[in-house]
Each structure stands twice: as structure tokens, then as C-alpha cells.
């Protein structure tokens, strides 16, 4: 606390990681996933409603559901990843409050009846929890490669359709049920040559200002 790390652990996680497409062929296997999860669990969201929801695609059999939903340049690079991660959120997260944020018992009912600021709350914090798990996934040696490029429609029918078995919740009374995709991410050990050169970001004075 209070002490800064170390320069090759800020190089690994923010100067030297990459955005991979390419990879190798080494798995990633079920309890790296399940640490990358208890590590990015800590990380802060809203009123601590943590309403990010993770789908690590691993058989063939779940990535090929995921492939009509693929923007065409996502495709290959999705079908070679060890595996595919669906952040998604979920509306219903204000259900889980009463354990999450039990000192505030009236925080569920304020989500319950406002439903602008649910969606905005899981959009927000499903978002910035994807993040974490892409700066956990390089804590964990894993390399990153997140999508936008796909029918977000698509996944949603595919694997979260009313009615479809979704995170222990029964979806039958949510027309359109309520678990949503944020965002894809492929994670695995990257290929590094085939990297393109990094592109550049803008200077602190352009992105920031102090007042
Ligand atoms: C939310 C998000 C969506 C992205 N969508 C795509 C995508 O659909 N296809 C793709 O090839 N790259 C995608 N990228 C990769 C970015 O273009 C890449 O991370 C950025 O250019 C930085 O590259 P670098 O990490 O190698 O410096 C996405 C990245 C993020 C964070």
C-alpha cells in the first residue's frame, strides 16, 4: 500500500502487453480461469454490484455457436484462441444487493423501480470489470484480445435467450431475458511475430487537462 510496484510489473501489465490475434498453441486450463476470476472479483464497481458476468468458451463445440455472430475478420482469430471470454451484464444484478451491499437494504429497491439506471450501472461497471479482467489476465502471464466486431443480438439469443438455462436465474418472466454481452475477449499465449508495430496514443496534453 502506498509504494509503487515495480517498472517490469507497470511494463507487463500497461507498456510491453499487446492486443494478440495470433497464438500459440498452449491451453489455458479451467483453474487459470478460475484465478483470473478471483483476482478481478476485488476490483471496485458501483455500490459494489459487480453485475459483469463471464462465458469462457473452451470446446469447439461452444466456440462454432459463437461463430455466426463473428464479425468476418474476428473469425479465425476467435477460432484459434485457447479461449474466448463473453463479458456480459446483468440486469437483474440489484437481486444479488442484499448480499453484496447488505448495510443499505433500500439499494435494491432503488434499482428495481429505475430502469435507465440499471441499464447505465451494469453498462458502466460490466465495462470497467472487463477491463479488469483484461489487466488480470497479463497479471496471470495470459495475453488479451478484445472484440467489439460482432451481433451483439446474436449472442445474446444464442447464450442468453429468455428461457435458456443463464446463471442459475430462471429467464422465463424477461421476454428478451437479462443477461446481455458487453464486449469479447480472446485470451491465450500470443504469437508475438505476428504483431504490427504499435500504434501511437495521445500525449497527456491531449487527453487530459489539469485544473
Ligand atoms: C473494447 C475493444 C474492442 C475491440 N474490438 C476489436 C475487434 O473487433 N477486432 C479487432 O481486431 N480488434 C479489436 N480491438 C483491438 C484494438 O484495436 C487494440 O486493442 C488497440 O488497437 C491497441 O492495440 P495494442 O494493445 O496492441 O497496442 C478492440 C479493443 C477493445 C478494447
Redesign the pocket.
Known amino acids: 500500500m502506498g509504494k509503487r510496484i515495480e517498472d517490469t510489473v507497470l511494463d507487463a501489465l500497461f507498456r510491453e ?3 494478440y ?1 495470433k497464438w500459440q498453441p498452449r491451453p489455458v486450463d479451467d483453474q487459470t480461469l478460475r484465478d483470473l476470476y478471483e483476482l478481478l472479483k476485488w476490483a471496485p464497481t458501483s455500490a459494489n454490484t459487480g453485475p459483469a458476468r463471464f462465458v469462457f468458451l473452451r470446446s469447439k463445440e461452444a466456440k462454432e455457436r459463437l461463430r455466426p455472430a463473428l ?1 468476418p ?2 473469425v479465425e ?1 476467435t477460432m484459434t484462441a485457447p479461449v474466448t471470454v463473453i463479458v456480459a451484464y446483468d440486469l437483474k444484478f440489484y437481486e444479488q444487493l442484499p448480499k453484496l451491499f447488505p448495510h443499505s437494504p433500500g439499494m435494491a429497491a432503488l434499482f428495481a423501480s429505475n430502469a435507465e439506471l440499471v441499464e447505465a450501472t451494469a453498462k458502466r461497471n460490466s465495462s470497467l470489470q472487463g477491463a479488469y479482467l483484461i489487466m488480470a489476465a497479463r497479471a496471470l502471464g495470459l495475453d488479451c ?5 460482432f451481433d451483439p443480438a446474436k449472442v445474446d439469443e444464442e447464450f442468453f435467450a429468455a428461457g435458456k438455462p443463464c446463471f442459475g436465474c430462471d429467464q422465463e418472466f424477461f421476454p428478451e431475458g437479462h443477461v446481455k454481452v458487453n ?1 469479447l475477449c480472446n485470451l491465450g499465449h500470443g504469437d508475438p511475430s505476428a504483431l504490427h508495430p ?2 501511437p496514443r495521445l500525449p497527456f496534453n491531449e487527453a487530459c487537462s489539469l485544473l
Open positions: 502487453a499487446r492486443t490475434s464479425a475478420l474476428n482469430k484480445g478484445p472484440m467489439s466486431g464486449f504499435r500504434l
